[in-house]
């Protein structure tokens, strides 16, 4: 029953999944760009392992509103390949858990973070964000950007959240929800078809959250900072700077992801929004 209720991950998985060592070739784009792999920071890899729009930007403002202190432990969930749960490590000092349904990114988010030096303070788990493999209130945060996409049982996904918060927890989130004006145009970064895509919109999703017990701190439209952001991403395009980064996580197939992402934005048919809960003490 527990594999029919969560059968679009393997799907999900095979979306993210791409041939070939994904570190290989993010490090390969690293030595064209001039680093040397000796000395890489993390900061080095900020263009690579930031898979959501406004890059490390939104992560940045995040970490801001949540505020982790060194002697915390958070989850990233559906981390990616790390690039977040690395750099709350890095300028924050907290210890990170990441965990991903797609093995391949946490492989390479394992790889990147002994390059950088911080395997110590940032670990990875292969899962599902619908069965979190950790006991109740086990940690201090609970964050995740650009993962709830993907996942079709909201409601699972906060009950599973609020459970491993520990009391007086913390909750953030930086997602892409839907927008008024219909389903977005395939393929988007997060999915091939409109199958494994699972956009709630915004008051859905306040109110699965609301219904876990968890309590709203802050709640923001980030819709316009995420279309201004396209704008300059396009500019930089135009004058030959482009952020190859995610392409090298995505493939070929990412400049139509992309173009059709910029469309839904601009067609109101996706919102982004940034919000932090409390566990009540
Ligand atoms: C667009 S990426 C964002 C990665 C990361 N949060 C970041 O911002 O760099 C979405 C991630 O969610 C993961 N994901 C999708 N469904 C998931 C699930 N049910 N449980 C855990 N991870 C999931 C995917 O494997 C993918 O790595």
Redo the contacts with the bound molecule.
């Keep these: 029953m527990l594999a029919i209720l ?1 059968s679009p ?1 393997p799907n ?2 095979s979306h ?1 999944a791409r041939e070939g060592t994904l570190t290989g070739r993010i490090l390969s784009a690293l030595t064209a760009a001039g680093k040397d792999l000796a000395r890489l920071s993390p900061a080095d890899l900020t263009p690579y ?4 729009s406004r890059g490390h930007r939104a ?1 940045e403002e995040l970490a801001q509103l949540l505020s982790p202190q060194a002697d915390q432990l958070v989850l ?6 790390g ?2 749960a690395r750099w709350l490590a890095d300028q924050r000092g907290c210890r990170v858990v990441g ?4 093995e391949v ?1 946490c492989l390479t988010a394992r790889e990147l973070s002994a390059r950088v030096g911080l395997n110590g303070r940032s670990s990875f788990v292969c ?4 069965a979190l493999p950790f006991a109740e209130a086990g940690f201090d945060q609970v964050w ?4 709830a ?3 079709a049982d909201k409601a699972r ?1 906060y009950r599973e959240v609020a459970r491993v918060l520990k009391p007086g927890g913390r909750f953030g989130l ?1 997602d892409v929800m839907a927008g008024p004006a219909g389903d977005p145009h395939f393929p988007v ?2 999915s091939n078809k409109a199958e494994w895509s699972h956009l709630m919109a915004p008051q859905g999703v306040r109110e699965a959250i609301l219904a876990t017990g968890l309590k709203e701190r802050h709640w923001r439209d980030l819709t316009a900072e995420a279309k201004a952001w396209s704008e300059k991403a396009v500019a930089a395009q135009q004058a030959g700077q482009a952020n190859t980064g995610p392409a090298i996580i995505l493939g070929p197939s990412f400049a139509e992801m992309v173009a059709n992402l910029r469309r839904s934005l601009f067609e109101d048919r996706i919102t982004v929004v940034q919000a932090v809960f409390d566990k009540p003490g």
């Design positions: 969560m991950s999900v998985a993210y392992d930031q898979f959501h992560t990233d969930l559906g981390c990616g390949i690039g977040p965990l991903d349904l797609t990114y899962g599902n964000g619908l995740t950007q650009h993962a996409m993907n996942i996904l930086y970064p997060w």
